[in-house]
């Protein structure tokens, strides 16, 4: 089954203490990218990835660091989390880029006390 | 920054009924754009997407309309049923924007049979 798989679903952590969310999809994409969803304020891009190795900024990127090391995992890594960072996390695929539909995952509910 | 916007927080609907979700855009350069719905839990799932060099797009049950001149896109859905009951977001991309997509907020639709 093609699909977008995120692990874990649900964290609970405390400040500071490092942390990473890992994405993986198996339909061969090209471009990956992280969102976050926060109440009132709809879903903000956190970084994409258009290949292997090749990563860029989006809209919310403070906080927060990814890498490509190969093509079908995507982790995103919160060094430091703080409760700033409490939200509900998307990864997504596509194809090419963000000019095709994107594919996401289930979310992973994260909470920083 | 650009962003996408929605008219209305919240629609209701009787079942039946053909619903128009609004959604309107501030980058005049966006070229490419996307509704996705979200159902409680679970992650965004593609609807239907149209390029600027056409005015309408139309799916199953779903029409998307594109005014580029008030730069306004709409979301149609005819005989809404119960399972259309989710929240559903514009987004848009564009080369000047690099790879990102720019998700609006979301507007969440309710149907009642």
């Known amino acids: 089954e093609a699909q977008v798989t995120q692990n874990p679903r649900y964290l609970i952590t405390v400040t500071g203490k490092k942390l990473t969310v890992t994405c993986s999809q198996n339909?061969?994409?090209?471009?990956m990218s992280w969102y976050r969803q926060d109440p009132g304020l709809g879903l903000r891009q956190i970084y994409y990835s258009m290949n292997v190795e090749v990563t860029d900024k989006g809209d919310v990127p403070e906080g927060y660091k990814v890498s490509r090391k190969e093509k079908r995992n995507f982790p995103l890594i919160l060094e430091s989390p703080s409760p700033n960072q409490t939200s509900l996390y998307f990864c997504?695929?596509?194809?090419?880029?963000?000019?095709?539909?994107?594919?996401f995952g289930p979310g992973t509910r994260l909470t920083v006390l | 920054g650009e962003s996408v916007g929605l008219h209305l927080p919240t629609l209701s609907v009787q079942e039946g009924d053909n619903s128009i979700i609004n959604c309107a855009y501030s980058?005049?350069?966006?070229?490419?754009f996307i509704w996705y719905k979200q159902e409680s839990g679970k992650g965004p799932q593609f609807i239907i997407d149209?390029?600027?060099?056409?005015d309408k797009r139309q799916g199953q049950r779903v029409t998307v309309l594109l005014n580029k001149t008030v730069k306004h896109l709409s979301l149609q859905i005819a005989a809404t049923q119960p399972g259309d009951s989710a929240v559903y977001f514009c987004a848009e991309a564009s080369n000047q924007a690099g790879t990102a997509l720019i998700f609006g907020k979301g507007t969440t639709l309710s149907v009642s049979s």
């Open positions: 149209i390029r600027s060099n056409m």
């Open positions: 997504a695929s596509s194809p090419w880029t963000a000019y095709n539909e994107q594919f």
């Open positions: 980058n005049s350069a966006s070229d490419y």
């Open positions: 339909m061969n994409h090209e471009y």
